[in-house]
């Protein structure tokens, strides 16, 4: 925990030395109207895969865009209270998560839960027909969307982890144990065939749950401007994303609702992106010799962020003038923190499906049981049984615990309570939950940790 927070030190540090350096100047970008720019993108972004809107099925653009306009209909879409490097933000982009029961995405110190997409064997009840019609929708796009990663994977030849320079066999060493011993070939031909473990495409294009965003830049006057190549209005900074299995692809479809063509005939006379477009930018990760580039992203095309390109590279949103709706499917790591995470999100959830409700109050008693087993060591450390010895093993394996605890109890308060907080809307105040009196009955320990870890400090020593 530590270690990490002093890399992100650093690395906010560096990019901080960066922009000052930068002064007043910006690193180069390249757009559709350079004529570098395809040259660049096969070279240096190869692995952004974009799939236009003409060569995708009308009927999936018809049933997802009506998807889109459902769940907005419906006041699905929230702005989230993230947490980055200890400060809170409310997020400009709405968003709503969809995907497999029980599967939860966590990005920017924010855990979301799914509102399930129906699935065979699960008996899902949706607030709304039209709920159900539109998660029924993403399903059928996520599909489409698997289908497309695994081709696109394929034709790359990305469709294996490729362990080059190190373990993986050579061409030349391969030709040699051809002629040697051809008993060789069989061992060698089985590294070369799909597992089906972690590193096979399948696996990695099995998108678990969708991200959905949706933005308003009228709604949204105060957006931040790109630093480093002065690309304009951001929806989302420069990142990459997180929390995803290792080099899974995440797949996007972008719906701009882009008003009638207007004027544009000026435009290979202006320099960098046209600011009424919606664009995906990406970047070179810490490289300011490879210029950055802008993809121009129209109703209904989808872009593709493939095997490593997340890693290697970081992306952004960059605003046109128009509303815009995406889908982001994607490969989610399983973690825990769930309770707290889920009612600091308010009544939220109550708006499509009560399915997370019994999970929770499932995943509440067996925390609860939890505290009571705390209690229960407490008790035995007090009564002074044991050696000396046995009892410093005790606290000493305990105190880091209950110290975590405490200081992630200490940091959820504080996120319940921070202006933005108190600011948002009844349905959608985070709720700090669990959370209780030192004088309520049923619970064995006090809420605030602070004095039993100075008991057991004390013991200590
Ligand atoms: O085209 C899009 O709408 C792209 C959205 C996007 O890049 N989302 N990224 C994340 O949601 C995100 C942010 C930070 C960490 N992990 C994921
Ligand atoms: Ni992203």
Redesign the pocket.
């Known amino acids: 925990m530590k270690r990490r927070a002093g890399a992100s030190e650093k690395k906010e540090a560096k990019k901080q030395k960066l922009l000052e350096e930068l002064g007043e100047s910006w690193l180069p970008y390249l757009t559709p109207r350079d004529a570098e720019f395809h040259q660049l993108w096969k070279t240096r972004y190869s692995k952004l895969f974009l799939r236009k809107a003409d060569k995708i099925p009308q009927e999936l653009h018809h049933i997802v865009q009506e998807a889109f306009l459902t769940l907005q209909k419906h006041d699905c879409f929230f702005q989230d209270l993230v947490r980055i490097k200890g400060k809170d933000f409310l997020t400009p982009v709405s968003r709503i998560l969809i995907g497999n029961p029980g599967c939860t995405y966590k990005?920017?110190n924010t855990r979301l839960f799914t509102v399930p997409w129906p699935m065979e064997d699960y008996e899902i009840k949706y607030c709304h027909p039209e709920l159900f019609a539109a998660c029924k929708a993403l399903i059928k796009l996520n599909d489409y969307l698997n289908v497309e990663a695994v081709q696109a994977l394929q034709e790359q030849n990305l469709s294996e982890t490729r362990e080059t320079e190190n373990t993986a066999v050579t061409d030349r060493e391969q030709d040699i144990s051809t002629f040697i011993k051809g008993s060789l070939l069989e061992v060698q031909s089985s590294l070369y065939t799909p597992r089906n473990d972690c590193t096979s495409l399948k696996y990695r294009t099995s998108y678990n749950l969708t991200?959905l965003?949706y933005m308003d830049p009228l709604q949204m006057p105060y957006l931040k401007q790109e630093p480093y190549f002065g690309m304009g209005n951001m929806a989302?900074s420069w990142?990459?994303?997180?929390?995803l299995i290792e080099r899974s692809t995440v797949a996007?479809y972008?719906y701009s609702c882009e008003g009638s063509a207007c004027d544009k005939d000026n435009e290979q006379y202006v320099e960098g992106r046209d600011p009424a477009d919606w664009h995906?930018g990406l970047k070179v990760a810490w490289d300011i010799k490879t210029p950055g580039l802008a993809i121009p992203?129209h109703p209904g095309d989808c872009y593709f962020m493939l095997d490593d390109l997340n890693m290697t590279h970081q992306?952004c949103?960059l605003a046109g003038f128009e509303p815009r709706f995406?889908s982001?499917h994607r490969v989610a790591e399983v973690e825990f923190e769930w309770l707290r995470q889920f009612w600091f999100q308010g009544k939220r959830y109550r708006k499509c499906t009560d399915w997370w409700f019994e999970p929770m109050a499932k995943l509440e008693e067996f925390w609860k049981k939890m505290e009571f087993m705390t209690s229960l060591v407490l008790c035995e450390v007090g009564k002074g049984e044991r050696t000396m010895e046995q009892r410093n093993e005790i606290i000493s394996c305990f105190l880091p615990l209950l110290t975590e605890r405490q200081e992630l109890r200490k940091e959820w308060t504080a996120r319940c309570q921070c202006q933005l907080a108190m600011s948002l809307p009844e349905e959608q105040k985070p709720k700090c939950h669990p959370l209780w009196k030192d004088d309520d009955p049923s619970m064995p320990l006090p809420y605030d940790l602070e004095e039993v870890i100075a008991n057991l400090q004390t013991l200590l020593e």
């Open positions: 990005y920017l991200l965003n989302v990142h990459h994303d997180e929390n996007v972008n995906v992203l992306h949103v995406s982001t």
